[in-house]
């Protein structure tokens, strides 16, 4: 059996095989994976763009794990490498990479086509500039949970 390199699907690929890479995600854990995927390559993020939106994060976060050490900063930039490439997403680590992308609204559309083909559309926004967000992204970077997960 051949040994895949876990890494073979990093952004990278997105601009050498677009179609394999934005597809190679995991069922229904995926689709969040697939749509932050889809953005990069519309919005045109390349390897070096994302380094630089990524260290830009890192920098403004202030996250406690990042700290000011060098070595600190380093492990946080590589897991949130590593999590922004995975196959899977969370809501919370989809909501994570739109901020790294400096995105300040999301609106969320749902087009459902019901078993008798009717069509309903669904819509809720999000401003991650709100207050209550910017609260919750501090909870987060002090170390702090939600227990509502």
Do not use: C
Request: charged share 35%; aromatic share 6%.
């Amino acid at each position: 059996m051949r040994k895949v390199n876990k890494r073979s699907f990093g952004i990278g690929n997105l601009h050498r095989d677009p179609t394999e890479y934005i597809t190679k995600t995991s069922g229904v854990a995926g689709i969040l994976a697939s749509l932050w995927r889809r953005i990069q390559f519309d919005i045109g993020i390349s390897g070096t763009r994302f380094e630089i939106l990524l260290t830009d994060f890192i920098n403004k976060a202030k996250r406690n794990s990042a700290g000011e050490h060098p070595v600190s900063r380093h492990f946080t930039r590589g897991n949130l490498r590593r999590e922004l490439e995975k196959d899977k997403m969370t809501i919370k680590v989809f909501i994570k990479a739109m901020r790294l992308i400096r995105v300040k609204k999301i609106s969320f559309i749902v087009e459902l086509t019901h078993s008798d083909n009717k069509v309903t559309l669904h819509r809720t926004d999000v401003d991650l500039g709100s207050p209550e967000m910017k609260a919750e992204f501090a909870r987060e970077a002090r170390g702090e949970h939600d227990n509502e997960e």
